[in-house]
């Protein structure tokens, strides 16, 4: 046994000089040659979640940006659909603007692209998928249930999150953030109380819409913290194109690029819409890069909770912008809801100092 030790030693030691000497020749180095590397030289121990490590001062600044671009571009989508109904065109503006932004960023040296094997390169295509793919649903869905039950049943997805990263990663969470999440769904629940209406194939859908939106939030994370660790600016770079092309696909399709040639030849695509139409693309593009940028930070799970808090600002935006008016009950969910998220976010302050005491501890070992 002691021999096998040895040659086991010696072997591992000859594999490390082999990866030092071809570093020292300065050559480009991809992502999977510099995991190699890693594994050689590091002992495998287990990691401590991003979002833990990060200052909360700039998790916050992300957070108060978050809300306020995704606010901004809700608020924006609604008046566009309003006046021109098309759902697909304008998620492909976006994609296209967000693709746009960053082609820019790389043209200027703001960007830097890792080399990547053909197997990152399927996954990338999978998750622009994915993307199209939960949008898809989530516009169907919304035609067969009540835009009431569709909000309710989309606040689990901080559930469905939790799940995800406990059957995939065996990630666990302390019992107070479990508890948490108890005042936000009943809150949300609360605050867009109204008259829940749906179908079988509607419900099923939508439950789809849920699961699909809670992978998509856990895959974005994984892109940016897992084994690829790609900047927000690369995802975005790699998967706009492709779900830009989808969006367009969709579009034509489902008959909107026929009734947008109707609306241009009748005279409606006017100079204030379609500086309208820009400006809500720039704005997504800012979205989109703020709010990859926000899951890296945060965490997938805060972004989910951060969703369902958004839906009740947008009520409150409602009541002061267009004069919406609220039941007592919707008031009180409210109110549960932003007390749910403040008890969340307490709960991951002290977790993240326990964290931070108990790595102080090891390293003055």
Same mark, same amino acid.
């Given at each position: 046994?002691?021999?096998?030790?040895?040659?086991?030693?010696?072997?591992?030691?000859?594999?490390?000089?082999?990866?030092?000497?071809?570093?020292?020749?300065?050559? +480009?180095?991809? !992502?999977?040659?510099?995991?190699?590397?890693?594994?050689?030289?590091?002992?495998?121990?287990?990691?401590?979640?991003?979002?833990?490590?990060?200052?909360?001062?700039?998790?916050? /600044?992300?957070?108060?940006?978050?809300?306020?671009?995704?606010?901004?571009?809700?608020?924006?989508?609604?008046?566009?659909?309003?006046?021109?109904?098309?759902?697909?065109?304008? &998620?492909?503006?976006?994609?296209?603007?967000?693709?746009?932004?960053?082609?820019?960023?790389?043209?200027? $040296?703001?960007?830097?692209?890792?080399?990547?094997?053909?197997?990152?390169?399927?996954?990338?295509?999978?998750?622009?998928?994915?993307?199209?793919?939960?949008?898809?649903?989530?516009?169907?869905?919304?035609?067969?249930?009540?835009?009431?039950?569709?909000?309710?049943?989309?606040? @689990?997805?901080?559930?469905?999150?939790?799940?995800?990263?406990?059957?995939?990663?065996?990630?666990? #969470?302390?019992?107070? &953030?479990?508890?948490?999440?108890?005042?936000?769904?009943?809150?949300?629940?609360?605050?867009?109380?109204?008259?829940?209406?749906?179908?079988? +194939?509607?419900?099923?859908?939508?439950?789809?819409?849920?699961?699909?939106?809670?992978?998509?939030?856990?895959?974005?994370?994984? /892109?940016?913290?897992?084994?690829?660790?790609?900047?927000?600016?690369?995802?975005?770079?790699?998967?706009?194109?492709?779900?830009?092309?989808?969006?367009?696909? #969709?579009?034509?399709?489902?008959?909107?690029?026929?009734?947008?040639?109707?609306? %241009?030849?009748?005279?409606?695509?006017?100079?204030?819409?379609?500086?309208? %139409?820009?400006?809500?693309?720039?704005?997504?593009?800012?979205?989109?890069?703020?709010?990859?940028?926000?899951?890296?930070?945060?965490?997938?799970? @805060?972004?989910?909770?951060?969703?369902?808090?958004?839906?009740?600002?947008? !009520?409150?935006?409602?009541?002061?912008?267009?004069?919406?008016?609220?039941?007592?009950?919707?008031?009180?969910?409210?109110?549960?809801?932003? $007390?749910?998220?403040?008890?969340?976010?307490?709960?991951?302050?002290?977790?993240?100092?326990?964290?931070?005491?108990?790595?102080?501890? @090891?390293?003055?070992?």
């Amino acid at each position: 046994m002691d021999s096998d030790n040895t040659l086991s030693g010696t072997t591992r030691a000859q594999s490390m000089e082999e990866a030092h000497r071809l570093l020292a020749k300065e050559e +480009p180095r991809d !992502i999977e040659a510099q995991q190699q590397f890693e594994q050689l030289s590091l002992p495998q121990t287990p990691t401590t979640p991003i979002e833990y490590s990060v200052s909360t001062n700039r998790k916050f /600044l992300y957070l108060g940006l978050y809300f306020l671009l995704n606010l901004s571009v809700t608020l924006s989508n609604k008046a566009l659909l309003k006046i021109a109904s098309y759902p697909w065109l304008l &998620t492909f503006s976006h994609t296209c603007a967000t693709s746009i932004g960053c082609t820019i960023l790389l043209a200027t $040296g703001h960007l830097k692209l890792s080399k990547l094997p053909l197997r990152d390169h399927l996954v990338l295509i999978a998750f622009s998928t994915l993307f199209t793919l939960n949008i898809a649903i989530s516009n169907v869905s919304l035609d067969l249930v009540s835009v009431p039950f569709h909000q309710v049943m989309r606040s @689990t997805c901080p559930i469905a999150t939790i799940l995800i990263y406990r059957l995939v990663y065996s990630r666990t #969470y302390s019992h107070e &953030t479990y508890l948490s999440m108890i005042p936000l769904i009943i809150g949300v629940a609360l605050a867009t109380f109204g008259d829940y209406d749906f179908t079988l +194939p509607g419900f099923t859908l939508t439950a789809l819409g849920v699961l699909l939106a809670s992978i998509k939030t856990v895959a974005t994370n994984r /892109l940016m913290t897992g084994s690829l660790k790609l900047s927000a600016l690369e995802v975005l770079f790699r998967m706009s194109p492709l779900a830009a092309i989808q969006c367009l696909l #969709y579009a034509a399709g489902s008959g909107e690029l026929s009734r947008l040639q109707v609306t %241009a030849a009748d005279g409606l695509l006017t100079r204030g819409l379609l500086s309208a %139409a820009v400006l809500n693309a720039s704005m997504a593009f800012g979205l989109n890069l703020v709010s990859f940028q926000t899951n890296k930070v945060a965490g997938a799970l @805060t972004i989910s909770v951060c969703g369902n808090v958004k839906q009740c600002l947008s !009520i409150l935006l409602g009541i002061v912008l267009f004069n919406v008016r609220i039941g007592w009950v919707n008031a009180v969910g409210i109110v549960i809801s932003v $007390g749910g998220a403040a008890y969340y976010s307490k709960v991951e302050l002290d977790i993240k100092r326990k964290t931070q005491a108990t790595a102080a501890a @090891t390293a003055g070992r």
